[in-house]
């Protein structure tokens, strides 16, 4: 079985096409509560695959189609950056584990890594800007924090946690000037429209432990979940509140796009399992996808 990094260019308009990012606006955002769209929408896959990699994660893309995600081999994970059709290697400097979650418009990356003898917990979220120098990123008190995606003004959003993905992990805005975090259990923001309008991401509740997504829509937190599934994630947000990500029901785990017309199942062609991690303002969707073989 592999794992493959998936660009998933959009046919139709109604995911939006404005590449300018827009100022504040009481325009109507996607219903988290909607049903399935009775229409679909028609995709059209790219596969991405780091050359010599065992497995490829695809998981923020930029206005300017510039990729970012996760790559395995030989010597560990690595965090890439696909531009122009030529992969880059991201290694925080003294990490033996680096992962690139998000890319903003004008190259900078953030993410998350680990040092070396640190348990599967911890991770510690990094920011490279354009120029390749590395910042930490970091929430203060906590042990851990991760830098899931950055915004246009220089925003960045993920989570922070202490030994526990659960009791101790609260979706948080990361930037120093601008720290906020929500009260949601076991929460991880991972995206935003620009302007803060909306904020996506994953969270679990009572009863049962139950995973779902969440939308803050205006200040307001709204319990996001696919009809039918047993656990939901959002993974990003266009500056439309066009929202991705995943969900799993009795058929599998199948990526999703939230439009105004309700939600919409994204699948790879004969994909055992699709993951939607990522979206842009033009309506191109990144992921990943498994196969059997």
Known sequence: MYRYGLAVPVLLTVIGTTCAYPPRSSA??????????????????????????????????????????????SAGTHGFHLRNGEFATIDFPGATFTMAFGIGPSGAVVGAYRREGEAAVNYHGFLRTSDGRFERVDAPPYKNTIAQRILPDGTVLGCRHADDFGASMRGAVLTPQ?????????????????????VVGLYNFAPGDRSAAYTIDDGRFIPLVVPGSTATSAWDVNPAGVTVGTYRDSAGVHGFVLTH???????????MTTRALGINSNGAVVGSFEAGG
């Open 261 to 271: 017309a309700g939600f919409v199942p994204l699948n790879a062609p004969g994909a």
């Open 178 to 198: 601008k720290y906020s975090e929500t009260a949601a259990f076991g929460s991880m923001h991972n995206g935003a429209t620009p302007d803060l309008r909306r």
């Open 28 to 73: 109507p955002l996607p219903s988290p509560t909607a049903e399935f769209a009775a229409i679909p929408l028609r995709f059209s896959f790219t596969t991405i695959h780091v050359p010599g990699a065992r497995r490829t994660v695809a998981s923020g893309i930029n206005d300017r189609g510039e990729i970012v995600g996760s790559y395995d081999d």
